[in-house]
């Protein structure tokens, strides 16, 4: 329970300050600067729902963890290290052909490595862990 | 028994029980052995085990 309310506190603190700052900075509404937000409102949004999906296994008695789900975790997290590799190396093919700067290029890695793994936590716990 | 009610005597998740039953997962040794005790079956009755050799 004590998770699931730091996960909330923390994504409020985040949506408070993003909002302080959208309101104060001078956004030009274009996609480069509004894609760092829309990465923050995507990540907050999904610890929201882990929070919510917590909570709810915990009203239920259920544990907030069992066998399965941390056996989908550490295969979640080993095949998308071995992608995110492959992601990097692309990047760093790709650094010198693309007129973009680096920190643009590191944000977008980051970004690519957290799709990644939302994208295979989502496959395997749909596929399941048959012959693990 | 509900998968709830069976979830929460062997103490995992919901999810757990409905892979379980749609042969998605396979169990640990203990979390098998605490259904076969839940049931009051020997193991070989609720899983079976399939040799690849």
Known sequence: MKRSVVIFILSALVIVLSAVWFANAKISFNLAELMPFGILVLVVGIAVFIGIKRIKSIRRGEPAEDELSKKILVKTSSISYYISIYLWLVIGFFSDRLNMENHTLIGIGIAGMALIYLLSWVFFSLRGLRDE | ?53
Not at chain 2, 14 to 19: D, G, M
């Open chain 2, 1 to 53: 028994m509900t998968q709830d009610e069976l979830a929460q005597k062997v103490k995992v998740r919901r999810e757990t029980i409905v892979f379980l039953e749609k042969n998605k997962y396979n169990p640990s040794l203990k979390l098998a052995y605490d259904l076969a005790t839940v049931f009051s079956v020997p193991i070989e009755e609720l899983f079976i085990f399939e040799k690849d050799i």
